[in-house]
């Protein structure tokens, strides 16, 4: 069983920023895609960015494009995600998921493409 574990998330200003990370105990981390999402309060969960197994490719909503930047340490089975200019309607629940397939040859943006999860972490953008 895969677990994956999100942190950096709280409280931050608007157009401020945040790293956010996610710690997997795979020994395999780098033969999966990684992703993050988002779920705002009474919406589905979106798709934030996804990075490809070597990090040769990355994927953005529109939304977050230009502004989060997705990332990867193979050695520390970590994927980051940083988040800037953030607005108050981008307060949600982060969640980083693990690709359901392995070597994947594109980076995939469906949550059904996705099989673990974290918990995730509130991110909250005040005004």
Do not use: H
């Amino acid at each position: 069983q895969v677990q994956l574990v999100e942190s950096g998330g709280g409280f931050v200003q608007a157009g401020g920023s945040l790293r956010l990370s996610c710690a997997t105990s795979a020994r395999t981390f780098s033969i999966y895609a990684m992703g993050w999402f988002r779920q705002a309060p009474g919406k589905e969960r979106e798709f934030v960015a996804a990075i490809s197994r070597s990090a040769s490719n990355t994927v953005y909503a529109d939304s977050v494009k230009d502004r989060f930047a997705i990332s990867r340490d193979n050695a520390k089975n970590t994927v980051y995600l940083q988040v800037n200019s953030l607005e108050p309607e981008e307060t949600a629940v982060y969640y980083c998921a693990e690709d359901a397939q392995f070597g994947r040859s594109w980076t995939p943006t469906g949550l059904d493409e996705y099989s673990y999860w974290g918990e995730g972490t509130q991110v909250t953008v005040t005004s």
